[in-house]
T-cell receptor
Framework: DAGVTQSPTHLIKTRGQQVTLRCSPKSGHDTVSWYQQALGQGPQFIFQYYEEEERQRGNFPDRFSGHQFPNYSSELNVNALLLGDSALYLC???????????FGPGTRLTVT | GNSVTQMEGPVTLSEEAFLTINCTYTATGYPSLFWYVQYPGEGLQLLLKATKADDKGSNKGFEATYRKETTSFHLEKGSVQVSDSAVYFCALSDVQGAQKLVFGQGTRLTINP
């Protein structure tokens, strides 16, 4: 049974560019959450998707957007990249009414 | 808003030592509480959880008890191993639903042989 998978593993972008990160949830899970983890910090909640809609959002600007597909996979898009967007981006999946979230290995984004 | 505070690291212990990592929280209502572990270069793994007051979560020799009166969820292990070296995160879930997790800043643990 495959767990949560994310792609790509690493990414280097330039300020002002746009980036798309991808996540496939654990088999049977229908809810996907995204977190940003800056170096040496705990993860910060970006947003959560359920039934292809954004269900809750953290304190992140509109430059951060997402999408969930009918197969429950998800994308995180970040526009107009800033140096401060450099971080590990984690995807977590769960069942809709469960508190247990399963995390993927993350995508390391470096903005230069 | 909800928040989690962990003891600052790094923490360095010898193998077979007793481990305590303190965690306290601020939340409205009664959130579920979690400990996650992050090994180098990997994502987070759920270590243990507790969903109501006085519950004890346990896994792989680690334990933590949900203490409502002290708003704490301290992580303990009686005898640590080198393989326990990792970063440990305390977290709570938003009681308003949608399962948003609020994390502490993490505590880096190093176990020396």
């Amino acid at each position: 049974d495959a767990g949560v998978t994310q792609s790509p593993t690493h990414l280097i972008k330039t300020r002002g560019q746009q980036v798309t990160l991808r996540c496939s949830p654990k088999s049977g899970h229908d809810t996907v959450s995204w977190y940003q983890q800056a170096l040496g910090q705990g993860p910060q909640f970006i947003f959560q998707y359920y039934e292809e809609e954004e269900r809750q959002r953290g304190n992140f600007p509109d430059r951060f957007s997402g999408h969930q597909f009918p197969n429950y996979s998800s994308e995180l898009n970040v526009n107009a990249l800033l140096l401060g967007d450099s971080a590990l981006y984690l995807c977590a999946s769960s069942l809709a009414n469960s508190y247990e979230q399963y995390f993927g290995p993350g995508t390391r984004l470096t903005v230069t | 808003g909800n928040s989690v505070t962990q003891m600052e690291g790094p923490v360095t212990l010898s193998e077979e030592a007793f481990l305590t990592i303190n965690c306290t929280y601020t939340a409205t209502g009664y959130p579920s509480l979690f400990w996650y572990v992050q090994y180098p270069g990997e994502g987070l793994q759920l270590l243990l959880k507790a969903t109501k007051a006085d519950d004890k979560g346990s896994n792989k020799g680690f334990e933590a008890t949900y203490r409502k009166e002290t708003t704490s969820f301290h992580l303990e292990k009686g005898s640590v191993q080198v393989s326990d070296s990792a970063v440990y995160f305390c977290a709570l879930s938003d009681v308003q639903g949608a399962q948003k997790l609020v994390f502490g800043q993490g505590t880096r643990l190093t176990i020396n042989p």
